[in-house]
T-cell receptor, first 118, second 116 residues
């Protein structure tokens, strides 16, 4: 079973539109960690945010915001007023103990490619 | 402050050959993890090294092996290359598990391996 599902393979928007990237995860653990990474064409995965399972507070950082809902096992990412520089592949990842021998090795989704047109 | 550096950036190998990829972790990090990212897919965990030993391993065959040196740098070796090994190989560094993994990894830009 896939641990992290990013159902949107590709999203195309016009600059200044708001866009939400979906992430649904699956775990039996009560303690786990969720992440979002951005991968520009250069290939490097850039860390955006980390959230632990005990903190359901939503977070806002500039144009970025994250909505964590344990009831639906979702950790969605919204970009407000998108810009061309936001074009990249975005990955959601889950770190849990049970599937990695206690080491919390991150498991990644397949990613969502965001294309922002000028 | 240097982040994670990987070399080479690109590599072309012939099926059946062997390849070695290199990684230097971010300053202050002593744990190195390797991921394989096929085109259009998410990164898949290969293995993790800490204190010069392989600590965790993903679902990859024994053709994939690694090493960590006393200065925390690491190598990924792949023997008997297959066409399906063509991918972006990402190195990530962190503090030791489990704490380091909980706080996320710092990734390099990867090595693009093409097997022909």
């Amino acid at each position: 079973a896939q641990k992290v599902t990013q159902a949107q393979t590709e999203i195309s928007v016009v600059e200044k539109e708001d866009v939400t990237l979906d992430c649904v995860y699956e775990t039996r653990d009560t303690t786990y960690y969720l992440f979002w990474y951005k991968q520009p064409p250069s290939g490097e995965l850039v860390f955006l945010i980390r959230r632990n399972s005990f903190d359901e507070q939503n977070e806002i950082s500039g144009r970025y915001s994250w909505n964590f809902q344990k009831s639906t096992s979702s950790f969605n990412f919204t970009i407000t007023a998108s810009q061309v520089v936001d074009s990249a592949v975005y990955f959601c990842a889950l770190s849990e103990s049970s599937s990695s021998g206690g080491s919390y090795i991150p498991t990644f989704g397949r990613g969502t490619s965001l294309i922002v047109h000028p | 402050d240097a982040g994670v550096t990987q070399s080479p950036t690109h590599l072309i190998k012939t099926r059946g050959q062997q390849v070695t990829l290199r990684c230097s972790p971010k300053s202050g990090h002593d744990t190195v993890s390797w991921y394989q990212q096929a085109l259009g897919q998410g990164p898949q965990f290969i293995f993790q090294y800490y204190e010069e030993e392989e600590r965790q391993r993903g679902n990859f065959p024994d053709r994939f092996s690694g090493h960590q040196f006393p200065n925390y740098s690491s190598e990924l070796n792949v023997n008997a290359l297959l066409l399906g090994d063509s991918a972006l190989y990402l190195c990530a560094s962190s503090h030791p598990p489990p704490t380091g993994s909980r706080y996320g990894y710092t990734f390099g830009s990867g090595t693009r391996l093409t097997v022909v």
